[in-house]
């Protein structure tokens, strides 16, 4: 039971220490995370009403290239944040919500509500 | 209101887009926590009893030098996620639960528990 949650499904980061296979996983979708494009592109995805987003709505509130904007999707759809489907002309993307749930569950203290209001 | 948890205290990604400020402060901590050493080394920290661990005791579960482990505890500590303070010989790090809580908060879809076992 080494860094799993209650469950035993999955590794919590404050219960024990991660081991290096469980590490490698992780790192990759925190990497994934790691750049603010990227984490409001999720933001827009994870937010939308219906639960899909044309990327014709996405690209329009960044300063930045389609083709850049289609690179960023592809590294959060490569670490299982997102996933798409083409409909003739444009590609709609939705939030993979279970790998969005294990790394709050990863970052839940013990005990703790995530985002608790008590915390410092 | 926009993107913030019940308290109103925090973004939480899956209420509203995040706007740039925002994106901007967490993708420096999400990177931080993109690399496998730095999340193993933080769930040691996270773990430890007694809520401290001696910088002595990080440097042999990793083949690596200990200015590199050095390096990566920096990191983390630039990202807010541990503190640290020298006595006598070696520096002694411990969690810092507020940013962790945080970026939990952050990724937990509403009404969703963390790491919930009903997650697909």
Request: with cysteine; aromatic share 4%; glycine share 10%.
């Amino acid at each position: 039971m080494l860094g799993q949650d209650e469950s035993g499904c999955c590794p919590t980061l404050p219960a024990a220490p991660l081991d290096e296979e469980q590490a490698v996983e992780l790192a990759k979708v925190f990497k994934a995370l790691g750049d603010p494009v990227r984490l409001r592109l999720l933001s827009m995805i994870a937010s939308r009403e219906g639960g899909e987003i044309c990327v014709c709505d996405l690209t329009p509130a960044f300063d930045l290239s389609q083709p850049t904007i289609s690179h960023h999707l592809k590294l959060l759809r490569q670490a299982g944040l997102i996933d798409c489907e083409r409909r003739g002309t444009w590609v709609y993307y939705w939030l993979l919500p279970g790998t969005i749930d294990k790394l709050a569950g990863v970052l839940t203290r013990t005990g703790q509500p995530a985002a608790s209001e008590g915390s410092p």
